[in-house]
């Protein structure tokens, strides 16, 4: 039995012709070079962005709490790259670590993915109140009820997430010869429960989506038909554009990733090329995958100079008495500010 794994679903099918392995050592350290630099680059820029608005107070507008709760969802999702760049690319049987990590670690995946996208979409809306309804912004979004409503999200995107533990597990091939896979059980495929999650994982891309391309449209109109009166009204446009360039990036960092698990469904049983085409595209959505939970920080870096001063300020002039802050940030204590 052969599958296809793109991120966590599996494909299963009874084809017996086509492997993971057909990919070239070349093409797979290519991929895994690629990945470790997305790693490292991600860790580093989702820590800086929790560490800037944990110790700089004035950061901590609604904004920055938003991107410093996706910061977390990102680096949960980086952390679980080994895995899957080990078990998914090089030796995806036999899966050594036991049927609960195969479990966890799919759930927290899919639970940061849903988290993150709920993210952009809350985060959009609350900008399309702020520029299009002020008035109501300032009585309805304050920072105790966005801390509450991100707890929330989280929430929606757990349990979102929570048929995974029926979907997914440890099963024996190879006729138990201890050819054991981490991978969408056959009760998945027959119940339909694979189908179905396929649905929700579709419907969490594209209903943001509709949502964003319709807030966007009417933020843009608003601001670009406004005069620019005020240097709020500039700081306005200038965020308004960071957002844009987030929600750009989601989008095409997640559409192949949709479009290949698509294609691939469609060309099960089909010719050789059709199932190579597809499976070479749901390599590059791999990586792509992994590029959207590092590129955030790189695009506040570039695009918000505010950022960029409190992440120079940070790692240049930090007080010796935050070097305490940062060790019980580490310990736990950064769930004591959504508390603040």
Not at 148 to 171: H, K, N
Not at 314 to 322: F, Y
Request: hydrophobic share 50%; proline share 3%.
């Amino acid at each position: 039995v052969t599958h296809w794994c793109n991120r966590e679903f599996c494909v299963g099918s009874d084809q017996t012709d086509w492997e993971w392995e057909d990919f070239s050592g070349a093409e797979l350290v290519c991929v895994t070079a690629v990945c470790v630099l997305l790693l490292a680059l991600g860790i580093a820029g989702n820590m800086l962005t929790i560490l800037v608005v944990w110790l700089r107070p004035h950061l901590r507008s609604t904004t920055y709490l938003y991107l410093s709760s996706m910061a977390v969802s990102d680096l949960l999702i980086l952390l679980l790259m080994p895995l899957d760049l080990y078990y998914k690319l090089w030796r995806f049987r036999p899966w050594d670590l036991g049927d609960a990590l195969c479990k966890l670690s799919v759930f927290i995946s899919e639970s940061c993915t849903y988290s993150s996208i709920l993210h952009i979409t809350a985060l959009s809306l609350e900008r399309y109140l702020a520029v299009c309804r002020p008035l109501t912004a300032k009585t309805l979004v304050t920072r105790t009820r966005v801390r509450t409503l991100i707890g929330c999200l989280w929430v929606v995107a757990v349990i979102s997430a929570g048929p995974v533990f029926a979907m997914v597990g440890v099963e024996e091939l190879g006729g138990g010869e201890g050819e054991s896979e981490c991978r969408c059980t056959d009760y998945a495929v027959s119940s339909g429960l694979l189908g179905a999650m396929m649905w929700l994982s579709n419907l969490y891309f594209l209903v943001p989506l509709g949502i964003l391309g319709v807030v966007y449209g009417l933020i843009g109109r608003k601001l670009w038909l406004r005069p620019q009166r005020s240097s709020r009204d500039r700081a306005q446009r200038h965020t308004i554009k960071m957002l844009g360039m987030i929600v750009l990036a989601f989008v095409l960092c997640w559409l192949p990733f949709h479009v290949g698990r698509t294609l691939f469904s469609l060309t099960l049983g089909s010719s050789a090329d059709m199932y190579y085409i597809s499976q070479y595209f749901n390599l590059v959505s791999f990586v792509l995958f992994y590029l959207s939970a590092a590129v955030n920080p790189i695009l506040y870096n570039t695009m918000s100079a505010r950022y960029r001063h409190a992440v120079r300020s940070l790692l240049v002039r930090m007080a010796p008495g935050e070097y305490w802050r940062v060790g019980r940030l580490i310990r736990g204590g950064y769930w004591d500010y959504w508390l603040m």
